[in-house]
């Protein structure tokens, strides 16, 4: 157990410790601070103990280490998704699928399988590596960019609009509407007016596409929201309200995350040189680093849950009602599981990580994710083979309070004729 001399937070005062001797911490995780800096505190949470006792909001319990982190996702029976977010144990919004536990979860979650199985995201490939290189193009000439807004974001998102059978021109509106959302998702009360009016946009979207699609008798070939329309649950039609559910939070879990990941994965790249290279040399490593991308650089400071029944876990009595957090971006550096957990490596053969979550609520996008940073990788280093970070200022990181991201990542190239 950690004492006072090993606070794991700098700087953070530290209430009296609870009655069944876990040790407490107020640790806030919503603001944005310099990057790396959620993944050192995870690091430092891990290492002075298995389980903390945060004093934000009502209070939760936090567990830091692999093997706890990866134990509350395989049991949705003692750890609820019904709240996903610690400092919110009764949540105004509600994910489908992602809020809904077993076994009506698998019923929901087979409405969408099949739109981000294998064969669906390899089918996806090549207009994927379109939209790849129609966007490096443009950036090229310019000897620079902010990968993040350039880049990042409106790669995958037009990806994404693609592949459930939407125009890729509306990127335009999802990538301000979900940026603005994720601003306010964290806990930041200065931005929530901005991530309502976000969420009441993109719903709005959806309820004109859907009255557009609503008296054709047959679902649209490769329309998702079509395809809802048509599909049944139990014998009936699923109606509008879930419809939307589905929808929203397919957009929110499917864009946030891949533009993150990005991110942090360029950043990587420019600032490494010997692993871009042998990217060049070796491209089927590529996989590997995206792999390795999604350990080491996982954007998921933590995943909260609700505890459904009293239990003693690893020690912490834990009540009905009370939420958990799993230390996801401490469980993913646990040096009791991973050699060299502190380092990035590339051909790493051993990466059973948890950057897509475990258990039945195992990411659904993760075959998509995968292919289109791959894809980012392959079309980039083929036409922009050196590039660094154009800045020697710190650069900045959403705080984990949602999912983090770099703010901005300003990269520059030599361009030649």
């Known amino acids: ?15 009296p ?27 430092e949470l891990r290492e002075a103990g298995q389980a903390f006792f945060n004093t934000m909001a ?61 064969a669906a995201v390899s089918e996806a490939g090549p207009a994927a590596e379109a939209i790849c290189r129609r966007l490096i193009a443009q950036i090229v000439p310019s000897g620079g960019c902010d990968f993040v807004a350039e880049f990042a974001m409106r790669y995958p998102t037009e990806v994404f609009l693609t592949v459930i059978g939407l125009p890729a021109s509306d990127a335009d509106l999802f990538v301000p509407w979900v ?41 649209r070939e ?16 699923l109606g509008d309200t879930l419809i939307l559910d589905i929808l929203t939070v397919l957009v929110l879990a499917g864009l946030d995350t891949t533009r993150a990941e990005l991110g942090y994965l360029f950043r990587h790249l420019a600032t490494n040189p010997d692993d871009r290279r042998r990217l060049i040399t070796e491209p089927e490593l590529i996989s590997s680093a995206v792999e390795e991308t999604l350990r080491f650089y996982t954007i998921i400071f933590g995943d909260g849950r609700k505890v459904a029944r009293d239990i003693e876990f690893h020690g912490c009595p834990l009540r009905k009602g009370d939420m958990v957090y799993g230390l996801v971006s401490g469980a993913n550096r646990d040096p009791r599981v991973y050699d060299r957990a502190d380092e990035f490596v590339l ?71």
Request: glycine share 8%; charged share 25%; with cysteine.
């Open 1 to 15: 157990m950690a004492n006072k001399a090993d606070d794991p937070v700098a700087g953070v005062e530290k209430p």
């Open 17 to 43: 410790r609870v009655q069944s001797g876990c040790p407490v911490v107020h640790l806030d995780v919503s603001p944005a601070l310099e990057a790396g800096s959620y993944w050192r505190k995870a690091d």
């Open 58 to 118: 009502q209070g939760y319990w936090m567990f830091t280490r692999y093997d706890e982190v990866r134990e509350i996702y395989q049991h949705p029976e003692i750890f609820s998704s019904e709240s996903i977010t610690p400092w919110e144990p009764e949540p105004v919004y509600r994910f489908v699928p992602t809020q809904i536990d077993p076994p009506e979860h698998s019923k929901y979650r087979q409405l969408l399988s099949r739109w981000f199985a294998p």
């Open 179 to 219: 940026e603005d959302f994720f601003r306010g998702f964290g806990g930041d009360l200065a931005q929530q007016e901005a991530m309502a009016q976000a969420l009441g946009g993109m719903r709005q979207y959806w309820v004109d596409a859907l009255d557009e699609r609503r008296d054709e008798p047959v679902p």
């Open 222 to 237: 490769g329309d998702l929201a079509s395809h809802l329309l048509h599909a049944t649950l139990d014998g009936e039609s």
């Open 347 to 417: 051909g790493r053969t051993a990466n059973n990580h948890l950057g897509f979550a475990a258990g039945p609520h195992r990411c659904l996008g993760a075959h998509l994710a995968r292919r289109v940073m791959k894809i980012a990788v392959e079309e980039w280093l083929k036409v922009i083979p050196d590039f660094r970070v154009a800045t020697d200022a710190p650069l900045l990181e959403r705080g984990g309070g949602s999912m983090m991201t770099l703010l901005t990542l300003p990269l520059a190239w030599e361009v030649t004729s």
